[in-house]
């Protein structure tokens, strides 16, 4: 009878103990352990972290990390803590928390447009995803990989081309670039190619003469016009004369490309520089800006006139006046250099 009961309590001592267990284990991975009033809550973990840098990033959105640690190392995912983006929401247990960590790295959208260095690029990028503005510049430069694509040091930015991309996060410089590359030779498609072949240019000059009109207009339904212009003088081998290549000679002269310029004087078409077009024919050695789609095909799609002039229209502001003949241009021009002089424009 006493070894009987002695079992009982053992049986009795040991369903509590499991009881408890249970309920900690139950706890530990099925209470709701979020601390942000929102309704989502984003997580980014950078590659190579450990233990103690997921802490600093889950403390303040989970109420014990303690427990979320015990139910994450029963599950085996601290030693393998996986770098992205992660999407928690409100009320989530740390068994979910768990298993969005481990399988629910979510896409960012990478978007840019209009740079005008593949420096700027760099620094455009870097605040989107993981890898930082120097890890992208010394990717997007790699001297190696420019010549293995038919790029080089003044083509570089023309591999960019505009637009919103979906991208992991915690992606390599490497990786984006490639990607970039990849998105380059799926534009540049058969289509586009035959067009540019039709015209006379290679990719990437479509891209340097594009990134002159898109400088030239914002007004997209403009812009097959002024590409017909440059397309028309280069055909009958006049210089371009486009001022946007004057001042970025201007601004890569003298490193400064945040300096603003409204007036191009004539002792800046003097400026020695293979982007100076008043000094230089043909086109320049590589695009002054990133272009717009809608201005790499103004220039695939050009628009077929005769005309070889053109200069802002103060009558229509933002759009332009078009001349066949320089005489037709220069009253167009004197009427634009009284308007500019009114303003006291004078840089």
Do not use: C
Request: proline letters at 4%; a positive charge.
């Amino acid at each position: 009878m006493y070894i009987k009961k002695i079992l009982l309590a053992i049986v009795f001592i040991g369903l509590i103990a499991g009881g408890a267990f249970a309920y900690m284990v139950y706890g530990a991975f099925f209470t709701p352990n979020t601390n942000f009033n929102n309704d989502k809550a984003y997580v980014y973990i950078p590659t190579n972290s450990n233990v103690g840098d997921l802490e600093k990033i889950l403390e303040p959105l989970v109420k014990d990390f303690s427990s979320f640690k015990s139910a994450a190392d029963r599950k085996k995912y601290t030693p393998n803590i996986k770098a992205g983006k992660y999407v928690l929401k409100k009320g989530m247990n740390n068994n979910e928390i768990i298993g969005v960590l481990r399988s629910g790295n979510t896409p960012v959208k990478v978007a840019f447009n209009n740079q005008e260095t593949i420096e700027n690029l760099a620094g455009r990028i870097s605040v989107q995803i993981e890898p930082d503005s120097i890890s992208l510049l010394k990717a997007f430069t790699d001297i190696n990989f420019l010549k293995e694509n038919g790029f080089n040091k003044n083509t570089e930015l023309a591999m960019y081309i505009p637009n919103s991309y979906e991208f992991f996060w915690n992606i390599s410089a490497e990786g984006f670039r490639n990607r970039m590359l990849k998105e380059y030779k799926l534009f540049w498609n058969e289509g586009r190619l035959a067009k540019a072949k039709t015209i006379g240019l290679t990719d990437k000059e479509v891209v340097t003469l594009a990134s002159v009109v898109h400088k030239e207009t914002a007004k997209v339904e403009e812009r097959p016009r002024v590409a017909g212009v440059y397309l028309n003088r280069l055909r009958k081998g006049i210089l371009l004369q486009a001022d946007p290549t004057v001042i970025y000679a201007i601004k890569k002269h003298t490193g400064d490309f945040n300096k603003v310029i409204k007036r191009v004087l004539y002792k800046d078409l003097e400026l020695d520089s293979p982007y100076n077009t008043y000094k230089y024919g043909g086109l320049p050695p590589g695009p002054i800006a990133m272009p717009d789609i809608s201005a790499i095909d103004a220039v695939l799609n050009s628009e077929k006139h005769s005309y070889l002039y053109f200069v802002a229209n103060v009558e229509n502001f933002g759009y332009h006046k078009f001349a066949k003949t320089l005489a037709q241009h220069n009253r167009n021009k004197e009427q634009y250099i009284r308007w500019i002089n009114s303003k006291k424009i004078n840089r």
